[in-house]
Nanobody, 121 residues
Framework: QVQLVESGGGLVQPGGSLRLSCAASGSIFSIYAMGWYRQAPGKQRELVTAITSGGSTNYADSVKGRFTISRDNAKNTVYLQMSSLKPEDTAVYYC???????????????WGQGTQVTVSS
């Protein structure tokens, strides 16, 4: 099976920083795009940022300039560096990845279990 596991969430003060990581494991032939979503209570899940296998990135307007996505292909890991955090960044953050498991299979999207980020004094 393929598993994505997020880590690094927690409680931080407004203006603080936090670094999330998401490691993919299991049967993996290739990983294409990877990304981060978040969902606050009572709100829809939204795309925060994504990165392609070639390193191209995109960001939601609400986080652009504050968040940075990166990946380590050798470790099958994607990171989210969050700076200048605001209370409205509070949410469960989910990692996802487009993964081809074998040379004969088609790619599918996998999700992590989520990690809580709380920005509060």
């Amino acid at each position: 099976q393929v598993q994505l596991v997020e880590s690094g969430g927690g409680l931080v003060q407004p203006g603080g920083s936090l670094r999330l990581s998401c490691a993919a494991s299991g049967s993996i032939f290739s990983i294409y795009a990877m990304g981060w979503y978040r969902q606050a209570p009572g709100k829809q899940r939204e795309l925060v940022t994504a990165i392609t296998s070639g390193g191209s990135t995109n960001y939601a307007d609400s986080v652009k300039g504050r968040f940075t996505i990166s990946r380590d292909n050798a470790k099958n890991t994607v990171y989210l560096q969050m700076s200048s955090l605001k209370p409205e960044d509070t949410a469960v953050y989910y990692c996802n990845a487009e993964i081809q498991r074998t040379i004969l299979s088609r790619a599918a999207v996998y999700w992590g279990q989520g990690t809580q980020v709380t920005v509060s004094s």
